[in-house]
């Protein structure tokens, strides 16, 4: 958990078409992450019989098309020595993943899906690129391999999200699966992105309702008396509200609804499921009230667990860690936030609920703006960010 919190939140898309609604959230995700300083374009194109440099909105000159996809290397910091790849992908027309150019593609095990989708893999050893596609940042268009992740080379190991390998380690053709991140209808939808150096939220209400889903891609801080390597973790589930569920495995198999998984001290990606300090946490007398501003510490960290029994021995199941610079409360309203408007609480309608709490821009409250482009904002951590 390192560096300054950056946010494109508040992005507002409604079209009245859902392959248009997919592709102005894709292009905000995009120019997020390309304006990124800790993020790298390593490969890119624009999609099916695109112009390379085609980067705008489907309303503009030289838009994104479908199957467009790009891939960004998240450089090491001090709390994450390790390089980590993200690589984005946009169907439009019920076809991801079904054409060139965002063939072998598939979003939680299915072809012609409208979506937008993300992948992240990481390599061990050697040079630490996994990803085996052409690598000229999109000029020209660059193209994938099959399958698109791989060993580094002078490597030793890849690790892909949504977990791809089985219980001994040997990868399967779900190493072109991805998780989806946004599948939206005709109707509008609000969109928050938020990241630091180490780590990437997003969250996607499909009809501007509240009802938010949620993806995270992060380090985590692994329980003391486990020693972990690459401590990362990525999760999401965009056809469940929040808040997260819980006891339910992210990343057993590809084309479940709950995608993910978590490195473990065996060094191989395996299955994770989330817990809460449920008494706490869902107390009905938990004097919760973010806008307060004394109340701060009133959010709490994420612990989660290894659900997958291995072969190859190791800890894997059990309590492995906890996330903290997403975090959570219960007893405030969703879109509340603490008085410096630094934290905001996202979840069910009813103020009771368990809600998550992630960055915010200490400028306005969610909801402020909405526009297709997004508000920015980048700000100092504080101590709730971890």
Known sequence: MSGNVRGKVDIFVNTGDSGKNCQEFFKGLYDFLVSHPNMTLVARNSGALSTSGDTAYWDQSGPFKTNAWAVFKLGKTIEKPFTVYFQIQLGMSGDFGNVSPGSPGLAENLANGTCVAIQVAMGVGGDENPFKGTMNAGSPNDTRANPIWGVPTGGTACHVFPRSN???GAHTTAKQNFTIISQPSTVACRYHIIADDDSLIILADQSDDNSF?????????????ISITRPFLSFGSYSNSLPILLGTAFGTTAGTLQQGGVV???????????????????SSILPTQMGNGSNESDEYGIPFFGIEAVSSGGPSLGFLGDIFLMRETSNVATNDTDSAFFRAAFGSATTTAVKVTVPWSGVAAPKATSTRSGSTFVRGRVAADG
């Open 166 to 168: 089985n219980s001994l």
């Open 213 to 225: 889903s949620l993806y995270w891609a992060g380090t985590y801080e692994p329980r003391a008396d």
């Open 264 to 282: 473990t001290a065996i060094n191989e990606v395996r299955s994770v499921a989330f817990d809460r300090l449920q008494g706490i946490v869902s």
